[in-house]
């Protein structure tokens, strides 16, 4: 398994734990774009690293931050400082400096406090209010900034910059209704979109429509696709499946999302990928046993075991 490279701005239904099993599926041809119409951490395409990719999101704070990195305007050097800088305040004033930066940040919008303000809330959650404004609360760490996390965070953003400047990455705000006609037949299409019938808050919500409409894209592009989504848990199923994604490979593998305090609230999930292509698995014959996989954000993985299933597959 490929060592995952952690982007430097974290959110909730973070792939980093499904990267490799993703990217297992994907065989881009070297006249190809890359085109992912819902960035969120960007953590599948970085990764991938891909000569030509659209990176697209309808939050334009996530796409700030990074054309501050293919600028210039952010270095890790600079974060050093700013984050050196502003963890001392942290340390100093906890809460009330976090509900400071907040504010200033709701009115000016700046990628060097959605920086901040990402790596000091709680659980990293990336959460607007129906006025656009940033909601998520403090994570009650004043001591959150010390060197060694600093030092990991200036490494990340090293990382994307040096991929921007070796290859074509266009970070672009809109709506993936936008985005998604771009594509030709050499492209490959990666959505992860919020997950219809579970968590959908994010930047802003997402709707039967939004999904009935990027159904019908996908189902209508040349391009070959692959939509992260979730197949059932212990309670249900997803429905959406039944009703927009049918006729398409699908893949499913179970996997752990956790976003509260709690240990209680880590719930097994089956995770599946619908794709507008043949899989690997059904082209090779090969059944996948991976190891045990689980995601909680900001704590260790542990103790559970990770499954793979195969449903009709449609060549394209």
């Not at 960035?39 to 939050?59: C, E, H, Q």
């Not at 000016?108 to 809330?121: E, I, T, V």
């Not at 090293?158 to 970070?171: E, G, H, L, P, T």
Request: glycine content about 6%.
């Amino acid at each position: 398994m490929s060592k995952v490279f952690v982007p430097p701005i974290k959110c909730q239904g973070i792939k980093t734990k499904l990267v490799n099993w993703i990217l297992e599926q994907v065989s881009l041809s070297k006249n190809g774009c890359w085109i992912e119409p819902f960035m969120g951490s960007g953590v599948v395409g970085f990764n991938l690293r891909p000569p030509t990719a659209i990176f697209a999101d309808k939050n334009p704070h996530l796409v700030n931050f990074y054309q501050a990195i293919q600028s210039g305007e952010i270095t890790a050097v600079k974060a050093t400082a700013f984050l050196e800088a502003e963890g001392e305040k942290l340390s100093r004033d906890g809460q009330a400096y976090y509900n400071a930066v907040r504010t200033r940040f709701n009115q000016k919008g700046s990628p060097w406090d959605f920086l901040f303000l990402n790596r000091s809330c709680f659980n990293g959650i990336i959460r607007f209010n129906s006025k656009g404004g940033f909601n998520t609360p403090y994570n009650h760490k004043p001591e959150r900034f010390a060197q060694a996390y600093i030092t990991k965070i200036a490494n990340q953003i090293d990382y994307v910059s040096k991929a921007i400047q070796m290859c074509r990455w266009n970070f672009v705000h809109a709506d993936f209704r936008d985005v998604i006609g771009r594509a030709t037949e050499n492209d490959v299409i990666y959505c992860d979109p919020p997950y219809l019938g579970r968590h959908v808050d994010y930047f802003d919500s997402w709707s039967e429509d939004d999904e009935r409409d990027l159904a019908g894209l996908l189902t209508r592009t040349p391009a070959r696709f692959i939509i992260s989504t979730w197949h059932s848990n212990e309670y249900r199923h997803n429905q959406s499946l039944d009703k927009y994604w049918t006729g398409f490979a699908t893949m499913t593998r179970e996997h752990f999302y956790h976003v509260g305090a709690r240990e209680a609230n880590r719930k097994p999930m089956l995770e599946a990928l619908v794709m507008k292509f043949e899989p690997e698995a059904v082209a090779t014959g090969f059944e996948r046993n991976p190891n045990n996989e689980q995601l909680v954000l900001l704590e260790n993985p542990s103790g559970y075991r990770a499954t793979t299933k195969l449903t009709s597959a449609t060549h394209i």
